[in-house]
């Protein structure tokens, strides 16, 4: 299963306030991910928030298509609202209010991947 990350630059100093903004956001209205037509392209497995300094970042574990993922996300109110509330900590303006303007920043904010990897052996109970 395939992971993406998005980066954002954040005023450093203000760790606590993001974790409890991006800890009391609103859950995703769906994981399935479809097409004009309403067939199933892709589907959001998970996510997790980093933030560390200046920096946070979002994991996204997905599977299919991943082009659909931000037209998926910048529908998602959810994404709306933290996008609305993380403003003031952010140290680069950005427009994500328009479908255009949330998937330019999808575009450049998105960490290059370097290396994945799935383990294949049986995990024993922990």
């Not at 993406?4 to 769906?30: C, D, K, Q, Y």
């Not at 994991?59 to 709306?80: E, K, M, N, T, W």
């Not at 427009?95 to 904010?109: K, L, N, Q, W």
Request: charged share 25%; aromatic share 8%; hydrophobic share 40%.
């Amino acid at each position: 299963m395939p992971y993406a990350m998005i980066t954002f630059r954040v005023r450093p100093g203000h760790e606590e306030e993001l974790t409890e903004l991006f800890g009391n956001s609103p859950p995703l209205e769906t994981p399935v991910v479809t097409d004009e037509h309403g067939e199933e392209t892709a589907r959001l497995l998970g996510t997790g928030v980093f933030v560390k300094d200046d920096v946070l970042v979002r994991l996204i574990h997905y599977q299919g298509d991943f082009a659909g993922i931000a037209r998926h996300l910048a529908s998602q109110r959810h994404v709306h609202t933290i996008e609305k509330d993380i403003v003031p900590f952010l140290a680069d303006a950005r427009d994500t209010g328009t479908p255009d303007g949330f998937a330019a920043f999808f575009r450049d904010a998105m960490m290059r991947c370097v290396t994945q990897s799935e383990s294949r052996a049986q995990t024993s109970p922990l």
